[in-house]
């Protein structure tokens, strides 16, 4: 199959991570075009040698605003227009949307001339009017809609309400890379000592881009948690600020800013470490005791199973697609979000029965199995060749 896939942002996150061992899969036996703007997204493809053609960025924001919406709207004509005129020459037989707002760009494409369209629902839609008329509009517009978890697309039927459209909802979980996300204890021991953490000190970390709902400030007061006991732990933090500006729902840079007096006011600042972005995770996850991933609502979380399959148990948020993924206390921990004493507790116990932890660890290598990305990716082509088929 000829499969042409779009992704508004150039930005790394979650998603276009999800994208990139997507099409590594898949490039083995359909024919891959993607559209995205110039940016690290561009570069990760041309270092993969998989087929890329500019698209112009744009952002449209899922909140209605009376300046806001209209100006965003604006970059969106010439991305459709680019993405127009790359179809007629590569003639798909799919459209592959990575994001709700990269379908926008396709809808009118695919609808004109018949070609299936596959939506990747990485998120959640806000449970407001505007979510609601999201929603609608891509049910209308697409011919299915794949959320990354059970828990995503039941938030997205209900957004829909009665209004089904005519897309098929369905839910596949992402996969991830089993030969890269293995244990590294040769890693880990590098790790430990670059972030001056032996082996008598706790080491937890998070994995995730600087925004509110990602919870690092939680992390951070789990982290002062463990200290006020007694404990000897550090916390490292990988990410930053992927995304910005008046399209994005919180203010990130300000969010990094008050973490940072976070960590000051809560007297941790030799123990909280600021990371950045890091390439190489699979160590970083090696080297901890435990994984936080203290999400407010995580659609998926990659790095849950990440951590899984480099025998570091998380502990995770129950709202989300946390349930789906591990086995609370065979796993890792379900644990609710916003209550870091209840986060601090648990690590605690953890930390003090050193042969629970590495049981579980054991336990959760084993099952992060079923999250290999070449098993994902054969998923997703049964679905993109019965829509042609149909089609």
Same mark, same amino acid.
């Given at each position: 199959?000829?499969?042409?896939?779009?992704?508004? /942002?150039?930005?790394?996150? %979650?998603?276009?991570?999800?994208? =990139?061992?997507?099409?590594?899969?898949?490039?083995?036996?359909?024919?891959?075009?993607?559209?995205?703007?110039?940016?690290?997204?561009?570069?990760?493809?041309?270092?993969?040698?998989?087929?890329?053609? *500019?698209?112009?960025?744009?952002?449209?924001?899922?909140? =209605?605003?009376?300046?806001?919406?209209? !100006?965003?709207?604006?970059?969106?004509?010439?991305? &459709?227009?680019?993405?127009?005129?790359?179809?007629?020459?590569?003639?798909?037989?799919?459209?592959?949307?990575?994001?709700?707002?990269? *379908?926008?760009?396709?809808?009118?494409?695919?609808?004109?001339?018949?070609?299936?369209?596959?939506?990747?629902?990485?998120?959640?839609?806000?449970?407001?009017?505007? $979510?609601?008329?999201?929603?609608?509009? #891509?049910?209308?517009?697409?011919?299915?809609?794949?959320?990354?978890?059970?828990?995503? !697309?039941?938030?997205?039927?209900? &957004?829909?309400?009665?209004?089904?459209? !005519? &897309?098929?909802?369905?839910?596949?979980?992402?996969?991830?890379?089993?030969?890269?996300?293995?244990?590294?204890?040769? $890693?880990?021991?590098?790790?430990?000592?670059?972030?001056?953490?032996?082996?008598?000190?706790?080491?937890?970390?998070?994995?995730?881009?600087?925004?509110?709902?990602?919870?690092?400030?939680?992390?951070?007061?789990? #982290?002062? %948690?463990?200290?006020?006991?007694?404990?000897?732990?550090? =916390?490292?933090?990988?990410?930053?600020?992927?995304?910005?500006?008046?399209?994005?729902?919180?203010?990130?840079?300000?969010?990094?800013?008050?973490?940072?007096?976070?960590?000051?006011?809560?007297?941790?600042?030799?123990?909280?470490?600021?990371? $950045?972005?890091?390439?190489?995770?699979?160590?970083?996850? /090696?080297?901890?005791?435990? /994984?936080?991933?203290?999400?407010?609502?995580?659609?998926?979380?990659?790095?849950?199973?990440?951590?899984?399959?480099?025998?570091?148990?998380?502990?995770?948020?129950?709202? $989300?697609?946390?349930?789906? #993924?591990?086995?609370?206390?065979?796993?890792?921990?379900?644990?609710?979000?916003?209550?870091?004493?209840?986060?601090?507790?648990? *690590?605690?116990?953890?930390?003090?029965?050193?042969?629970?932890?590495?049981?579980?660890?054991?336990?959760?290598?084993?099952?992060?199995?079923?999250?290999?990305?070449?098993?994902?990716?054969?998923?997703?082509?049964?679905?993109?060749?019965?829509?042609?088929?149909?089609?």
């Amino acid at each position: 199959m000829r499969v042409l896939f779009v992704n508004h /942002t150039a930005a790394m996150s %979650g998603a276009e991570r999800a994208l =990139l061992d997507l099409l590594e899969c898949a490039a083995e036996r359909h024919e891959l075009l993607v559209l995205v703007p110039d940016g690290p997204l561009a570069r990760a493809l041309d270092e993969r040698g998989i087929p890329r053609s *500019a698209l112009p960025a744009f952002e449209l924001s899922f909140r =209605l605003h009376p300046l806001r919406t209209p !100006r965003s709207l604006v970059p969106f004509a010439p991305a &459709a227009s680019r993405l127009a005129r790359i179809a007629k020459r590569f003639r798909p037989h799919l459209v592959y949307a990575n994001t709700p707002r990269a *379908a926008f760009s396709a809808i009118p494409w695919c609808r004109r001339h018949r070609t299936p369209l596959v939506v990747r629902a990485h998120e959640h839609f806000p449970a407001n009017l505007s $979510g609601r008329l999201v929603a609608r509009l #891509l049910a209308r517009g697409a011919d299915a809609i794949c959320a990354v978890s059970r828990d995503t !697309r039941e938030r997205l039927q209900a &957004a829909l309400g009665r209004s089904r459209g !005519r &897309a098929r909802l369905v839910h596949l979980h992402n996969g991830i890379d089993l030969e890269r996300f293995r244990p590294d204890p040769t $890693g880990a021991r590098r790790v430990r000592d670059e972030f001056g953490a032996d082996a008598s000190v706790a080491l937890l970390v998070q994995i995730a881009q600087i925004t509110p709902w990602k919870g690092q400030d939680l992390a951070i007061r789990c #982290l002062a %948690g463990l200290v006020a006991e007694g404990f000897d732990a550090k =916390l490292v933090l990988v990410g930053e600020v992927a995304f910005s500006g008046p399209a994005v729902a919180f203010d990130n840079r300000a969010y990094e800013r008050q973490l940072r007096r976070l960590v000051a006011q809560l007297g941790v600042v030799d123990r909280v470490v600021f990371a $950045g972005a890091r390439n190489d995770v699979p160590a970083i996850l /090696t080297a901890a005791d435990l /994984t936080l991933v203290p999400s407010w609502c995580e659609p998926f979380g990659l790095v849950t199973v990440e951590s899984m399959a480099c025998g570091t148990p998380p502990l995770v948020s129950e709202r $989300g697609a946390g349930p789906e #993924l591990i086995a609370d206390g065979e796993h890792g921990r379900l644990l609710p979000p916003c209550r870091p004493e209840l986060w601090s507790a648990a *690590a605690a116990e953890l930390l003090r029965d050193r042969e629970r932890l590495e049981a579980m660890g054991r336990s959760a290598r084993a099952a992060a199995s079923r999250f290999d990305r070449m098993r994902a990716a054969l998923a997703m082509e049964e679905l993109w060749r019965d829509l042609a088929h149909r089609a």
